[in-house]
């Protein structure tokens, strides 16, 4: 019973999280005996969707992540916020920054981690989200040039416009 109830709470959540067009990752920056271990992350297939990729692939690319799907002109500005916050006590952060897919589609994503350190103040886990907010983007760049537009013809038709 309690299995059938957890099974239908993981597809509920799974669903919320496609539904949001977002998805989840995990950085463990030490192993089990303590010790510190290579950039090890892990990607929830909702993240590579937004990606255009294979979690496994997402999971694979550690260090070159930023190579492989960060869009060129975010890539210093992510990395200084990633050094920083791991070096920091910054308890978490939330980031948007453009990837490039493998088909060369560009998405906005927004990004929030929290970490977790031991008694000795040291990193031991990053959790994160990520969410597609292309549409969102998109949506705030019509909705800007269209209020150009506007006061374009109000200056043009001298007219004059007042907010109540």
Request: proline content about 1%; cysteine-free.
């Amino acid at each position: 019973m309690a299995d059938i109830a957890l099974r239908e709470s993981e597809a509920k959540l799974k669903q919320g999280f496609r539904i949001a067009k977002m998805g989840h990752w995990a950085y463990n920056a030490t192993n089990s005996n303590g010790q510190a271990t290579e950039l090890q992350y892990s990607w929830s297939e909702e993240a590579a969707e937004i990606f255009g990729v294979a979690a496994k692939d997402l999971d694979l690319s550690g260090a070159g992540f930023y190579d492989l799907y960060v869009h060129f002109d975010d890539r210093q500005e992510l990395k200084k916020l990633d050094r920083e916050f791991l070096a920091s006590d910054m308890q978490g952060y939330t980031q948007e920054y453009r990837v490039v897919r493998p088909d060369g589609t560009v998405r906005h994503v927004l990004e929030s981690a929290e970490k977790r350190v031991d008694q000795n103040g040291r990193v031991v886990q990053v959790n994160g989200i990520v969410q597609d907010v292309t549409g969102i983007r998109r949506f705030a760049l019509a909705m800007r040039r269209v209020e150009r537009q506007l006061r374009r013809a109000y200056r043009l038709a001298r007219l004059g416009y007042w907010y109540w």
